[in-house]
């Protein structure tokens, strides 16, 4: 139990908060480098259509950035395990930033 007390106390909101807007920057970031070069979109779309990407994306990333906010709390004692930790928080930031974009381009650019 001890253990567990000071993990909660090492996390603080100021922390999170900073790893979650990293990771919507370089969803944000990724996205616009995306969509925004693209100067005649189908007229289906309506005149807003830009708006669910450049949110959703964020939003999503900035959940799956928590991934290395937590890796830096589990300290393997192997370096076999640092490596497996790193590879874990490194797919779990990368299929956020897919989800994020198939949910943010669903019914405009993928349709």
């Given at each position: 139990?001890?253990?567990?007390?000071?993990?909660?106390?090492q996390i603080?909101?100021?922390?999170?908060?900073?790893r979650m807007a990293?990771?919507?920057l370089?969803?944000?970031?990724?996205?616009a480098?995306?969509?925004?070069?693209?100067r005649?979109?189908?007229?289906?779309?309506?005149?807003?259509?830009?708006?669910?990407p450049?949110?959703?994306?964020?939003?999503i990333t900035?959940?799956g950035?928590l991934a290395?906010?937590?890796?830096?709390?589990?300290?393997?004692?192997t370096?076999g395990?640092?490596i497996?930790?790193?590879l874990i928080?490194?797919?779990a930031?990368?299929?956020?930033?897919?989800?994020?974009f198939?949910l943010?381009?669903?019914g405009?650019l993928?349709?």
């Amino acid at each position: 139990m001890n253990r567990i007390s000071e993990f909660l106390q090492q996390i603080t909101l100021k922390k999170v908060l900073i790893r979650m807007a990293i990771g919507a920057l370089i969803g944000l970031a990724l996205m616009a480098l995306f969509i925004l070069p693209i100067r005649d979109p189908n007229p289906e779309w309506g005149s807003n259509w830009r708006v669910r990407p450049l949110t959703l994306t964020p939003l999503i990333t900035a959940f799956g950035f928590l991934a290395f906010f937590l890796k830096e709390y589990i300290q393997p004692k192997t370096d076999g395990g640092k490596i497996l930790v790193f590879l874990i928080s490194t797919l779990a930031f990368v299929v956020s930033l897919w989800m994020g974009f198939v949910l943010g381009l669903d019914g405009t650019l993928w349709n």
